[in-house]
């Protein structure tokens, strides 16, 4: 791969390519979402980014922070558990949501009685 860069892309676009990595978030994407652009631009890492242990303090990084903080009270063996565990949190702060968005709802009220034709209030 590194032969492939160096004979076919420019050392500037390979230059914005890490840039690109090294600014990435999860921002709207899902966690999925991101961890897929993660790996895509990660073979544009450069050194430093050759482990496990690495690969996984960045993604943290790029995590929102409600994400970040549940995902970070585990050690990981993977950064793959890291991504699952840290889909599982993102689901679970979904359902929350949800949960509490129909529980604030305004409760429907009963129509009102119209007052009958032919009585007239004194």
């Known amino acids: 791969m590194a032969e ?4 076919y892309f420019p050392q500037k676009a390979l230059d914005r390519m890490e840039a690109r990595f090294l600014e990435l978030t999860k921002g709207e994407r899902s966690v999925r979402e991101y961890d897929r652009k993660f790996n895509r631009l990660l073979v544009y ?4 980014m050759e482990d496990d242990q690495a690969q996984m303090m960045k993604f943290l990084r790029g995590l ?12 990981y063996a993977t950064k793959t558990a890291l991504v699952e565990t840290a889909v599982e949190v993102e689901e679970d702060l979904q359902r929350q949501v949800v949960a509490v968005s129909l529980a604030v709802q305004p409760k429907k009220t009963q129509h009102q009685v119209a007052p009958s034709k032919g009585g007239k209030n004194a």
Request: proline letters at 5%; charged letters at 25%; glycine letters at 10%.
């Open 45 to 48: 890492a450069g050194r430093g």
């Open 4 to 7: 492939f860069n160096v004979n």
């Open 64 to 75: 929102r922070p409600d994400l970040r903080v549940q995902c970070r009270v585990s050690q």
